[in-house]
């Protein structure tokens, strides 16, 4: 849906031009395979986005990896838009908590976010037949692909383009499989560009440390999933 509005669609690498606003259904799709037959499952929500409006479509996935991000990002003049989708995370109780740090952050910066549709039954059948991997394996692997797939999707249908996750500043995360799962999600919608940057430089694990205390973030001890809470969860 379109209105006769327009505003100036620039993302941080520069382009610009004039681009409408957008109501986006987003329909999101995971393909599964149980017990040998392949299921689909479909997620739909509705965000009314303004095209042109971001620069950059920002996963997050809690508080402590992405806040000294957002102060960097919007120190360099970038704003982008907050995609909080993580149906990883579990049980419910947790998933609650670090959205809500994460929201409390956001609307501090007066930004905008995006929060994904909660699918953990979803998140789980895609990671069948993985459940005992280690930590920074292949769940990981595909997790993280299935994550950058859907902030790819948003930045493409929002018009900004360019996308980044917060996962990338936890040192607890492999960079290689970062850099795979951007690269597979550009490709999954052409035209995206992952903004593939090393976070934790640049002073920026200092400052995450010390952004933790001074909002007394929640900050957790396992990634997300069930699986990295079990006492024989190992990390490679
Ligand atoms: S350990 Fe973290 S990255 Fe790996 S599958 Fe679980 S939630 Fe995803």
């Given amino acids: 849906m379109m209105s006769p ?17 957008y109501k986006i259904s987003f329909t999101s799709s995971y393909n ?6 392949f299921f689909t499952s ?3 929500t509705t965000f009314q986005v303004m095209m042109g409006t971001y620069d950059l479509v920002l996963h997050v996935c809690c508080a402590p990896c992405s806040a000294a991000i ?16 993580n149906p990883n995370i579990h049980p419910e109780k947790e998933y ?38 280690p930590e920074r394996g ?3 692997r595909r997790c993280i692909v299935l994550r950058l797939e859907q902030t790819a999707r948003l930045a493409a249908e929002a018009g900004c383009l360019t996308f980044a996750t917060s ?12 850099t795979y799962a951007g690269q597979e999600a550009e490709k999954k919608y052409p ?5 593939n940057r090393n976070w934790r430089r640049g002073g920026l694990s200092e400052r995450r440390r010390e952004l933790i205390t001074t909002w007394g973030f929640y900050n957790q001890s396992f990634c997300g999933c069930i699986y990295s809470q079990l006492p024989t969860a190992r990390r490679l």
Avoid at 32 to 37: A, S, V
Avoid at 191 to 195: A, D, H, N, P, R
């Fill in 70 to 85: 957002l102060e960097k990002l919007l120190h360099e003049g970038v704003r982008p838009l907050v995609y909080f989708f």
């Fill in 42 to 44: 479909t997620l739909f």
């Fill in 5 to 21: 509005n327009c505003n100036r669609k620039s993302n941080i690498f520069g382009s610009t031009n004039v681009t409408p606003c």
């Fill in 32 to 37: 599964l395979k149980i017990d040998g037959k």
């Fill in 191 to 195: 035209g995206t560009l992952f903004l």
């Fill in 96 to 133: 609650e908590r670090r959205l809500e740090e994460v929201r409390r952050y956001v609307k501090s910066l007066q930004l905008e976010m995006q929060e994904g549709v909660y699918d953990y039954k979803g998140w789980f059948q895609s990671m069948q037949g993985l459940e005992n991997e």
């Fill in 167 to 178: 996962l990338a500043s936890s040192r607890w995360k492999s960079l290689e499989q970062i």
């Fill in 138 to 140: 292949e769940r990981c």
